[in-house]
């Protein structure tokens, strides 16, 4: 079930979303929705990457191991490259 809510937004603002909505053959309601339905799922994106880093923290600061920047680029690229190589190992902090 939707509910409904209130907007305000400046008038130059509402006339730049009438616009781009028009241009984009979409409501200027239906353009709003997907606006905000796109920066909420930037937020929660961005919310479990930085999760993700907090954890990945912990973890160094835990156990000490980690990955040296060149061996993984330098894996990376190999396998870009279409050749099979090893995978740079864990060494300790």
């Known amino acids: 079930m939707t509910e409904s809510t ?5 008038e130059a603002l509402k006339a730049r979303v009438a616009r781009a909505a028009a241009e984009s053959d ?3 309601h239906a353009f709003m929705l997907e606006a905000i339905e796109q920066q909420t799922q930037l937020a929660e994106r961005r919310r479990a990457f930085v999760g993700a880093a907090l954890a990945a923290e912990e973890e160094v600061a835990q156990y000490g191991l980690v990955h040296d920047g060149d061996e993984v680029l330098a894996y990376l690229s190999a396998r870009l490259e279409g050749r099979t190589t090893n995978r740079p190992g864990r060494r300790k902090l």
Request: aromatic share 0%; proline share 25%; no cysteine.
């Open 6 to 10: 209130t907007l305000k937004i400046p």
């Open 26 to 28: 979409r409501s200027p």
